[in-house]
């Protein structure tokens, strides 16, 4: 079986093709060595067990049979009687088992430990399944030697990847602090910190729980190779929320690590078929206080170690300020949200409900008259105008608050038909004259005609509250260097110079000018009206 010249060469081959290998293709490397080593040796099998850091467990990583063998009985280390033994790096030799044991399923088998630098990181062990084998001093001296190769390897892989892990976690900090500044959308942050876990371990299923204001279960986010639906999901959460180990992750406020799920007296998934065995558990804390849980979870036992825990619980914490700060961002929204359909509701009672009234009223009116006969043509001919004014006022402020939810219907408008609606509205609610010339068509930037429409908008909303006027005039002006829409009216007029602070109509007014580069011209006199003038100058555009 051993002879030395064919071994040393043996050796360095192996030796040779497991660096060009790494880090790469480990497994390729492996595999193809233990081929190597077991052909030349002419055993029936050969493992490679790692020591695990987080059970002080040995785990098969690498194994290779000869073809001939119908069926592999390998004998795992860790449920080996020589357990305790192994952990003490001694050696394990068994010649003949069938001596002791005639049914035992590997009758000749030797384990050595793989040690580098006097770290011990496993065992190396070969044998076989029907024959004795007597296994020489030398020839055990001879596998410690390809141990400690193996081990060499193992280390370099090990270093690497300690070394991929610390790069992937910094890269997948950099990308969650970077959704910090980037956007405030709960949905795509949760979506990226899922997406980043896979930068700091490797797993087979991830998700995020957030509480709500109960203080209940809800998961946000999920992803990973089992396929749940909704009503799953719900019997999942509901699971969840009572197990142990989310309360003792509640109390501790410390990531749970557990090396194998179906260890546990009670199961933490309760999904049929669902193998998940490695998991941890991690708390999202914002402000002091748990705000949801980051778990993962592996289809293989024991992979997890308290260095994984480490780096997502700092993780963790980077996904708590962008998951705070989102979850914020959409509470102020769904409030200004409210707000807004309030606002609308208000303006709906003051003007629409108004209107609609005053025209029931005079309707009224006219049924009452035209049952006596003391009716003038003339009048009722005024009263049905007014009816008319007050209704198309109705319609037009029905048109501007649909204007108003969709703000995308304002860009598409031409900006002559909003400004006909304004208008239109200021008839029907005040019964004021107004006189305007507008052209067919207004064309200007989207913005800013945005802006015009909102700043013209509030000036008539200005005169409507306070400049009691008789008369009203909109003038359009073009030229080849601006174009200009000028508003006057015959009012009391204000003193420029002493605005209420209370009025802050002109200071938004003003504000939303300067967005657009639009010039605003204010000039107004007490008991004689006020004159207001929007220019935007077209180079602008440029």
Not at 266 to 295: D, E, M, Q, V, W
Not at 368 to 391: A, F, P, R, V
Request: with cysteine; net charge negative.
């Amino acid at each position: 079986m051993f002879q030395q010249d064919q071994n040393d060469s043996l050796i360095l081959m192996l030796n040779n093709y497991l660096y060009d290998t790494l880090p790469d293709e480990d497994q390729i490397g492996f595999q193809h060595c233990l081929a190597l080593l077991g052909k030349t040796i002419k055993t029936d099998f050969i493992n490679i067990y790692v020591s695990s850091t987080l059970s002080q467990t040995l785990q098969r990583k690498y194994s290779w049979h000869n073809d001939d063998v119908q069926h592999i009985k390998g004998v795992f280390l860790n449920q080996s009687p020589h357990l305790k033994q192994a952990h003490e790096m001694a050696r394990l030799v068994v010649h003949d088992a069938h001596q002791e044991n005639s049914d035992a399923p590997i009758r000749s088998v030797v384990a050595v430990p793989m040690v580098y630098k006097g770290n011990w990181l496993g065992y190396l062990e070969c044998g076989y399944f029907e024959e004795s084998h007597f296994w020489s001093e030398k020839s055990i001296l001879w596998l410690e030697a390809i141990g400690e190769v193996f081990a060499h390897a193992i280390e370099i892989q090990t270093t690497w990847r300690t070394e991929r892990e610390q790069r992937n976690f910094i890269e997948a900090l950099l990308d969650t602090t970077y959704a910090l500044t980037s956007t405030l959308d709960l949905d795509e942050i949760l979506d990226r910190i899922l997406g980043n876990l896979w930068y700091i371990t490797q797993h087979d299923v991830a998700s995020i729980i957030l509480l709500n204001k109960e203080n209940q279960f809800d998961i946000t986010r999920y992803q990973g190779t089992i396929i749940l639906d909704d009503d799953e999901l719900k019997l999942l959460v509901q699971h969840l929320a009572k197990h142990a180990i989310y309360k003792t992750i509640q109390t501790t406020y410390q990531p749970l690590t557990i090396p194998d799920l179906l260890a546990l007296p009670n199961p933490l998934i309760n999904i049929p078929n669902c193998r998940l065995r490695s998991f941890i558990g991690i708390p999202i804390i914002a402000a002091h206080k748990i705000i949801g849980f980051l778990n993962i979870a592996s289809f293989e036992a024991d992979i997890f170690t308290p260095h994984h825990a480490s780096q997502l619980k700092a993780f963790a914490s980077h996904a708590a300020l962008a998951i705070r700060n989102a979850s914020l961002h959409r509470q102020q929204m769904q409030l200004a949200a409210i707000e807004e359909r309030q606002q609308i509701a208000r303006d709906l009672h003051d003007n629409v409900s108004q209107l609609l009234f005053s025209s029931t009223m005079m309707l009224g009116g006219v049924q009452s008259k035209l049952n006596t006969s003391s009716i003038q043509i003339d009048q009722l001919k005024e009263w049905i105008q007014s009816i008319e004014l007050s209704i198309n006022a109705a319609n037009s402020e029905l048109r501007n608050f649909l204007q108003e939810v969709r703000p995308d219907a304002l860009t598409k408008t031409n900006l002559v038909d909003l400004l006909q609606g304004i208008i239109t509205s200021f008839i029907g609610y005040t019964y004021v004259n107004v006189e305007y010339d507008l052209p067919d068509e207004i064309i200007l930037p989207s913005d800013v005609k945005l802006i015009f429409y909102r700043i013209i908008q509030e000036i008539f909303n200005n005169i409507k509250k306070h400049a009691k006027p008789t008369l009203v005039k909109v003038h359009y002006e073009e030229t080849d260097a601006d174009i200009k829409v000028q508003i006057t009216d015959n009012g009391i007029g204000f003193n420029v110079d002493q605005i209420p602070p209370d009025r802050h109509g002109i200071a938004i007014m003003n504000e939303r000018a300067e967005q657009a580069k639009v010039k605003l011209y204010i000039e107004s006199e007490v008991n004689v009206g006020t004159l207001i003038q929007l220019a935007w100058a077209k180079q602008s555009i440029d």
